[in-house]
């Protein structure tokens, strides 16, 4: 599903419109039966991936901004280092903002208070930053099945605070820093709890 609709973000940008001929077609090419042990699971979500793609059909028709980046590559320097990554989109309004989207095909996950916090999205805050000169107007996360748009809206005083925090959490990365963070929510989830000396439990 997230190919698809990279696929149809790139030719749009392009010059091909989007169809929902084509989506569909899209679709079948890069679905893999393999990995369905029942054919009733799998006609059902083929059915959901069709709605998803409807959705955003219906979306991007909606959208009157300029596609100026499928999966964007971007490569800038932080404390030194080298971040890179991609975009998996990077619109211009009529005003001339930047906007930044990435799509989620499951559930949401984050809010406009979380978002903030983010991680994946504040890179790409910086990164657009770096690129064009100016901070994008909102940088949002878009979960395609729920139609929902998640926004954040960097300011310049947060991106600092943020690029100040990533580039710390590179420094631990490089020095082999991790930390541990005991809780009672990460601990029983984690694979590594029985190496752990920081696990919930065994601090005094």
């Known amino acids: 599903m997230h190919e698809v609709v990279e696929r149809l973000t790139t030719q749009e940008r392009e010059g091909t419109p989007p169809t929902k001929d084509r989506a569909y077609e899209m679709l079948e090419h890069f679905w893999s039966s393999a990995a ?34 499928a999966e964007m590559k971007f490569d800038f320097t932080l404390n030194g280092h080298s971040v890179t990554g991609f975009i998996d989109r990077v619109e211009r309004t009529p005003l001339g903002e930047y906007i930044v989207l990435d799509y989620k095909t499951g559930y949401p996950t984050e809010s406009k208070n979380t978002i903030k916090q983010n991680i994946q999205m504040n890179v790409y805050t910086l990164a657009v930053l770096d690129k064009f000169g100016a901070l994008p107007q909102r940088a949002s996360l878009y979960y395609v099945k ?13 991106v600092e605070q943020q690029q100040a925090r990533l580039s710390g959490m590179i420094d631990n990365v490089v020095l082999e820093r991790f930390p541990g963070v005991p809780s009672f929510q990460t601990c029983r989830s984690c694979s590594y709890q029985l190496l752990c000396e920081e696990k919930e439990g065994t601090r005094p």
């Open 36 to 69: 369905y042990a029942s054919k009733q699971k799998e006609a059902e979500d083929k059915i959901q991936a069709q709605q998803m793609l409807d959705t955003y059909l219906a979306w991007n028709e909606r959208n009157e901004n300029e596609i100026i980046g």
């Open 146 to 158: 729920h139609d929902k748009m998640v926004d954040y809206l960097p300011t310049p005083d947060h």
